[in-house]
């Protein structure tokens, strides 16, 4: 029928589009299917209610969903469904740790250190997150853009529970109204007596110190030690 095309149409642009793309737009008029007619892909307000709420739940429960909600143009590839996977087992403590190891530009800060820990958070207000870098200025970042995927009007609409203090928001630590808190650091840096319920490290050297011996014992000491 008419109304379950529009309906698998909506759930479709749900699956490889955003809840911005899909509540918006979309949402009013999509571009019909092979042999459809225009004026016939309007989609009911049952139809966005129902929709909505299935993206939302699948996004609370899997990664590459809250990504794909998130961030309407992020073009997934075989290895970010694996990746994900990994991560998932990690924070349901199925696995205790993980390493990952990928080519340049393949989304893999991306996915790891800024929408693992947004999510991660979002079914966790209370956890406590450490995230190390080779630098500061590079954890910092990351923590910035955590930062701001948790203050978006889409993550709301997926997470409502977790909010960030009002009185605790810079970008290196910040906390939530839940007591839980995200820390940023460079390797090497002192962050005994902090402890974490995830624990991040990306890239703890940068190309240049990859290259030096000292530099690599430095982290390689500084690891069980101080993280």
Same mark, same amino acid.
């Given at each position: 029928?008419? &109304?379950?095309?529009?309906?698998?149409?909506?759930?479709?642009?749900?699956?490889?589009?955003?809840?911005?793309?899909? &509540?918006? !737009?979309?949402?009013?008029?999509?571009?019909?299917?092979?042999?459809?007619?225009?004026?016939?892909?309007?989609?009911?307000?049952?139809?966005?209610?129902?929709?909505?709420?299935?993206?939302?739940?699948?996004?609370? !429960?899997? &990664?590459?969903?809250?990504?794909?909600?998130? !961030? =309407?143009?992020?073009?997934?590839?075989?290895?970010?469904?694996? %990746?994900?996977?990994?991560?998932?087992?990690?924070?349901?403590?199925?696995?205790?740790?993980?390493?990952?190891?990928?080519?340049?530009?393949?989304?893999?800060?991306?996915?790891?250190?800024?929408?693992? =820990?947004? /999510?991660?958070?979002?079914?966790? =207000?209370?956890?406590?997150?450490?995230?190390?870098?080779?630098?500061? !200025?590079?954890?910092?970042?990351?923590?910035?853009?955590?930062?701001?995927?948790?203050?978006?009007?889409?993550?709301?609409?997926?997470?409502?529970?977790?909010?960030?203090? +009002?009185?605790?928001?810079?970008?290196?630590?910040?906390?939530?109204?839940? +007591?839980?808190?995200?820390?940023?650091?460079?390797?090497?840096?002192?962050?005994?007596?902090?402890?974490?319920? &995830?624990?991040?490290?990306?890239?703890? %050297?940068?190309?240049?110190?990859? /290259?030096?011996?000292?530099?690599?014992?430095?982290?390689?000491?500084?690891?069980?030690?101080?993280?």
């Amino acid at each position: 029928s008419s &109304l379950g095309l529009q309906r698998k149409k909506l759930y479709r642009g749900f699956r490889t589009g955003g809840l911005a793309r899909c &509540l918006g !737009d979309a949402c009013q008029r999509v571009s019909p299917m092979e042999g459809e007619v225009e004026n016939e892909a309007i989609f009911t307000q049952e139809d966005r209610d129902s929709a909505t709420r299935v993206a939302i739940q699948a996004s609370r !429960d899997d &990664l590459l969903s809250f990504i794909l909600l998130m !961030d =309407p143009q992020f073009s997934v590839g075989p290895h970010h469904r694996y %990746l994900c996977d990994v991560l998932m087992r990690v924070e349901s403590g199925e696995d205790k740790r993980a390493m990952v190891f990928v080519s340049p530009r393949s989304s893999k800060s991306l996915i790891t250190s800024t929408y693992f =820990p947004a /999510w991660a958070l979002g079914r966790h =207000p209370e956890w406590q997150l450490i995230e190390v870098s080779h630098s500061s !200025d590079l954890s910092t970042d990351f923590g910035r853009q955590v930062r701001d995927i948790l203050h978006s009007k889409d993550y709301h609409e997926i997470f409502p529970d977790t909010e960030i203090r +009002k009185d605790n928001r810079a970008a290196d630590s910040w906390a939530t109204t839940k +007591k839980g808190r995200f820390l940023a650091a460079g390797a090497g840096s002192g962050i005994a007596g902090k402890g974490a319920h &995830l624990g991040i490290i990306d890239d703890p %050297l940068s190309e240049q110190d990859a /290259w030096s011996k000292s530099a690599r014992e430095r982290v390689n000491n500084w690891y069980p030690g101080g993280f």
